[in-house]
């Protein structure tokens, strides 16, 4: 009997051991919940939420003026941000990482990006398409929405965590009243935040493709 009790006493201890030894690319992917993110990200009512957090649904326009929704997108892997055409900090340093991503999965329909605006009152349809071409984002892979703003915010404060109240006296970017993250995140087929990653640095944008290459094999 006793040499069963240190049987178990070794396999307990062996598995968190095995796993703090894994490679980082080895380790399962995360999955994020409210509690896990900086609270000033997140809408109050979520503050405590520590499971099952998923994605919720949307409607929004896109550069081509087609209304997407959630539903249009079910089963795909999905990166989102929050921008505006007319940043002059650090957007652009995004949009180059995130044409990246599209070069990574170029072809690939499962994986889709998308990019919310956070100044909807300058980034109407007509902008977002020109802004598009000049990305050069390609449809239907990167999705490049604007819309209602209250229903923008609501989706970044509850649903993505990328949008964070300004501060009295800077009043975010463009004159917004919300400040946007420099963060891309990484969504599964099952609506579940995987990841969050610095838009701005190619390093994290390259541990994101590669992350995104483990979903599309993973079944969980």
């Known amino acids: ?53 998923r994605i919720g ?13 959630s539903k249009d997108i079910t089963n795909k892997i999905l990166v989102a941000e929050y921008f505006f055409t007319t940043c002059g900090s650090i957007c652009p340093k995004m949009n180059q990482q995130m044409k ?16 919310f605006t ?26 490049l929405l604007t819309g209602d703003k209250d229903e923008l915010y609501n989706l970044a404060r509850r649903s993505f965590f990328l949008l964070k109240p300004a501060e009295v006296k800077k009043q975010g970017d463009g004159g917004s009243d919300f400040i946007h993250t420099d963060n891309f995140v990484l969504i599964d087929k099952k609506r579940r935040i995987r990841g969050y990653y610095n838009g701005t640095k190619p390093d994290e944008v390259s541990q994101m493709i590669k992350d995104i290459t483990r979903l599309q094999k993973s079944k969980t």
């Open 1 to 53: 009997m006793k040499g069963y009790l240190w049987l178990i006493a070794i396999f307990v201890i062996a598995i968190p051991v095995g796993y703090f030894y894994l490679k980082p690319d080895e380790k399962p992917l995360p999955v994020i919940n409210p509690v896990d993110v900086n609270d000033s990200l997140v809408d109050q009512g979520l503050l405590r939420k520590g499971f099952g957090h």
């Open 100 to 115: 990246r991503v599209q070069k990574a999965f170029n072809g690939e329909n499962d994986v889709v990006i998308l990019s």
């Open 57 to 69: 649904d949307f409607e929004f326009l896109n550069q081509d003026s087609a209304l997407l929704s």
């Open 118 to 143: 956070c100044y909807p009152e300058v980034d109407t349809v007509a902008q977002m398409r020109k802004h598009a071409k000049f990305l050069g984002a390609e449809l239907p892979q990167w999705q």
